[in-house]
């Protein structure tokens, strides 16, 4: 995947709509198009319901990590919600430092630093010091701290103009999760 | 893909952002990986290198269908864009009524309504008399009708915070085409 005009990017898909996750997995089909080696990182547990991107992840031979099962609680001092955050964010530092992978998604990952189970800024100071100049990140999820917009390449806001969910329609399997 | 609580939805994408056929491919995905059955119909002749996302959906044996190959001018009466147009929405109208597909896209589809090679009135009466109630149907494309989002049952605007082209930075393969 390396050309002299490649620079990786870190991209954040923000704001309140649904689309913040979905156009993530539109980036990594067409990355995986293209032969990118993709690793994606879960921060929020997920919820049964979200399969349909797991399962085509699975067929496509996409490496997908979920707090769910990634990351088990091994501190005592801490709730475990914040130790799952703090395992993830671990294993995302192990993988961006790898130089195994063209693309990597942080999926949900604004939440743990918008709750402070991890600090903004020492995440952003580590990702300055460490993420490799080629590798491209996307990051998703509501209210994106205003200083790691700052260091992104590219910020895109969701917004909902209408939802189905107020007129009574439960969310639909293949579309929604 | 039958059930009971099944409801096809109509949802469109718009706004000045990146996301919208990215979000679109993204559901896609999702889609794919619950053994929907996809067609997808792009209205604004492909990019030469709008690449990652057509060698994906060849990969995993998706229909889709470019103004670029599909739509032959047969109107002499036309010009070719708007022949094309119409060719691309005669084409969708078979996929729509043909009960083969739980989802399909029509990308870039409000370019042709905005700039009135096919009449927005016309195609939501049509929408509204034929649509089947399971089929899902994507649209994205900026500046959607008004009167396109009122008949939806889903709208999310995509907009654009922060851009790399403004940095000087190029469009990266695999990410944004």
């Known amino acids: 995947m390396s050309s002299n005009n490649r620079k990786g990017l870190l991209i954040i898909n923000t704001g309140n709509g649904k689309g ?4 993530a997995f539109g980036t990594l089909l067409r990355a995986w198009g293209r032969g990118f080696r993709i690793c994606v990182i879960q921060f929020i547990k997920s919820e049964t319901g979200k399969w349909g991107e797991i399962k085509a992840a699975e067929k496509l031979g996409i490496e997908w990590h979920t707090s769910g099962d990634g990351f088990t609680s091994r501190s005592k001092d801490l709730d475990e919600t914040t130790a799952r955050a703090r395992q993830g964010w671990k294993l995302a530092q192990e993988k961006i430092v790898s130089a195994n992978y063209d693309l990597i998604v942080l ?5 743990p630093l918008k709750y402070g189970w991890l600090d903004t800024t020492t995440v952003i100071d580590w990702l300055k010091a460490n993420r490799p100049s080629e590798l491209h990140l996307i990051i998703t999820g509501r209210s994106a701290p205003v200083d790691l917009m700052e260091y992104a390449d590219l910020v895109t806001e969701m917004n909902v103009i209408k939802h189905p969910y107020a007129q009574g329609v439960k969310g639909q399997p293949g579309i929604e999760f």
Chains 1, 2 share one sequence.
């Open 20 to 23: 913040k996750s979905t156009a």
């Open 107 to 111: 999926d949900e990952f604004t939440y």
